[in-house]
């Protein structure tokens, strides 16, 4: 049996539903978990349009592992991996529910077998519940992240995730977390809070967002081919991979939606994109 009819037998005992689009949120700042700015009420926008998941996966900029790993323990822990933030933000619980059948699920039909390991220790980085609570804030449905390989290529990442389309017909919602510009090293902080961007974060946004409504997959697969500013704009990979996760889970059917589209502090970008 293939690895995509597997999937679409797995999870029978979720109840029916739609299928779910597909989201790249760019996170930002960790603050967005318990400020209330026009990128958080974008986000609560977006919850209020979905129908409510069976369970969601989340890839997230910040859990990077030497092989690919899924959180498959009952209950995830809240993980507050950042520094110097006020006290209110790490007081921050989202007890959200794991789903260990699911991830149980994923790490055997991934082809090749066994490149998809179980984790017991991990839990919800900030990349995830500080957008997951926007978009649900009750937390009554369960998450899982799936981990990013460092050692694998744009190519393997774009191919996982095509392989775990088919859990969109199970009502499985998948997000990938990140910024599509993140330079941290070149963030004006004077200008932090402002919509401004350098030139060469411009236009490599300009860019990426022409590509993903043009369907244009293999120039953003090739990220580290398209000059300077995609140089600048991508210092390292971690928090644009998630998006390649969601172009590898888009299908023809898809509507493609831009939202949050401003620049931050010269060298961040929070656009965001929904498929589906």
Aim: charged share 25%; net charge negative.
């Amino acid at each position: 049996m293939s690895t995509l009819n597997k999937l679409e037998n797995i999870t029978d005992s979720f109840e029916s539903s739609k299928r779910m689009p597909v989201l790249f949120l760019g996170h930002g700042s960790p603050m967005n978990g318990i400020e209330d700015n026009e990128f958080v009420r974008e986000f609560k926008k977006q919850g209020q349009q979905l129908d409510k998941p069976n369970a969601i996966i989340v890839v997230s900029a910040h859990w990077e592992t030497n092989g690919t790993f899924v959180t498959a323990m009952q209950n995830p822990r809240t993980i507050h991996d950042f520094g110097g933030f006020p006290k209110e933000l790490y007081e921050v619980q989202y007890p959200a529910p794991g789903h260990p059948e699911l991830a149980k699920e994923i790490s055997e039909y991934v082809n090749p077998a066994g490149t998809v390991h179980l984790d017991d220790k991990w839990g919800l980085d900030h990349g995830a519940w500080t957008v997951v609570k926007h978009l649900f804030p009750k937390a009554d449905v369960p998450v899982i992240q799936l981990s990013l390989d460092y050692k694998m290529t744009p190519q393997q990442h774009y191919e996982l995730a095509q392989q775990l389309k088919k859990l969109r017909e199970k009502g499985v919602l998948i997000v990938g977390s990140g910024n599509m510009v993140h330079n941290l090293r070149k963030v004006d902080f004077r200008k932090i809070n402002e919509n401004y961007g350098y030139d060469w974060a411009i236009e490599a946004d300009s860019k990426m967002k022409k590509w993903i409504l043009e369907g244009n997959h293999r120039n953003l697969i090739d990220f580290n081919k398209q000059g300077k500013a995609f140089n600048l704009a991508i210092p390292t990979p971690e928090h644009y991979l998630p998006l390649l996760y969601t172009l590898g889970l888009k299908d023809e059917k898809d509507n493609t939606t831009i939202f949050n589209d401003n620049p931050l502090g010269g060298s961040l970008t929070m656009t965001s994109v929904k498929f589906g």
